[in-house]
């Protein structure tokens, strides 16, 4: 389909953008040469330098072929001529874009037949941010009383290894929360009530707003650190390691699945060198000893080690030997190749560890 677009700016552009990548025939018409010039030498599409309610620019950009009109300076005077002109010319459709809410009725009185308010836009998602972190993206429809939001599961997610069918079963599962999509090996898939949904992932769902607490309680929250004592040692001995200082509890959480407390002797192995290594050591009490072909270091509590396999899932480079009795927190690589996937600072973080001499 042809669509205009009035306005090349920030937002403009990135409208631009998709439309180009989905094929659409586009042409932008802007008051600035040099926005024009840009979006011509990085888009390729055509182009208008003048004003967007000049009829002779209009007719220029062959506005009565467009099937769809769409307003996006940055004013909303020039918007709402813009829409009243194209509605004159017989657009079938005409998108605006709203900066102040101010203007919805008019907006509606010229023949805009969808308004997309700035404003609603980012409050709403600022206080979804606020109110759910959980929640990574999220579209209102309607009137905002049904939201469509993608969640991310944490790994020890109370619904993990659950089918569709037998979460929405669940005593407190609101009746009108819907699964649209759940994130699988090959990509986002489309959810039945036979689909399991596996910690660590992400859905895509539908609920009313009002439910949303209850939606989140149910997928996503997992006994805190106060009903089980070993979890909360855990969290412990994560939170003095450095390269995790900075980690969200959330994130701490979700390294502990699937992670265990082991004890070992003096003078026991817990992995020798070429062994096949899927684990990261968090030491909580007693001394390890790492060595490489004679070159030994000691490790002591919040030390860790084997940190470089756990992530790459190659042999052991090292053995390592308990030099004191020792208590170690044991962590599944797979649980932190998941964090470190999704969370930046981390990644850092560790690559800094990862440049440093193995252990």
């Not at 569709?164 to 819907?178: H, S, T």
């Not at 805190?224 to 412990?236: E, F, K, N, V, Y």
């Not at 480079?317 to 649980?335: F, H, N, Q, Y």
């Amino acid at each position: 389909m042809y669509v205009l677009v009035a306005g090349g700016g920030h937002m403009g552009t990135h409208l631009v953008t998709r439309l180009v990548a989905e094929g659409h025939d586009t042409a932008v018409i802007d008051m600035d040469r040099a926005v024009t010039d840009r979006i011509f030498a990085e888009h390729g599409v055509v182009v208008y330098t003048g004003s967007a309610t000049d009829l002779t620019v209009l007719e220029q950009a062959n506005l009565k072929r467009a099937d769809v009109a769409v307003a996006m300076t940055g004013k909303d005077e020039a918007n709402l001529a813009f829409c009243l002109l194209a509605r004159y010319y017989g657009v079938p459709r005409v998108l605006a874009r709203m900066l102040n809410p101010q203007y919805e009725v008019p907006y509606r009185l010229v023949g805009a037949t969808k308004i997309h308010s700035e404003a609603d836009i980012l409050v709403g998602s600022f206080l979804t941010s606020i109110e759910y972190p959980e929640i990574g993206a999220l579209m209102p429809v309607g009137k905002a009383e049904l939201v469509v939001f993608e969640l991310r599961l944490p790994v020890t997610a109370p619904v993990a290894g659950k089918t569709i069918a037998e979460i929405v079963k669940q005593k407190d599962f609101p009746r009108p929360c819907l699964f649209i999509g759940v994130e699988t090996a090959t990509g986002l898939d489309v959810a039945d009530g036979n689909t399991v949904v596996q910690g660590g992932t992400t859905v895509l769902m539908a609920a009313r707003r009002p439910d949303l607490p209850r939606v989140l309680r149910v997928l996503t929250e997992v006994a805190g650190a106060g009903d089980d004592p070993d979890r909360g040692r855990a969290i412990q001995a994560l939170s003095q390691v450095p390269f995790l200082s900075g980690v969200a509890q959330d994130d701490l959480s979700d390294l502990l699945a699937g992670s265990r407390f082991e004890r070992h002797g003096k003078g026991g192995t817990l992995y020798a060198e070429g062994q096949p290594g899927d684990t990261l050591y968090v030491i909580a009490s007693g001394a390890v000893e790492t060595d490489t072909r004679g070159a030994t270091t000691v490790l002591r509590t919040p030390e860790f080690f084997g940190e470089r396999t756990a992530l790459t899932g190659q042999p052991r480079t090292r053995t390592a030997r308990v030099v004191e009795d020792a208590e170690v927190l044991a962590i599944e690589g797979s649980a932190l190749r998941s964090v470190v996937l999704r969370n930046p600072f981390l990644a850092m973080e560790l690559a800094k560890v990862l440049s440093g001499p193995p252990r």
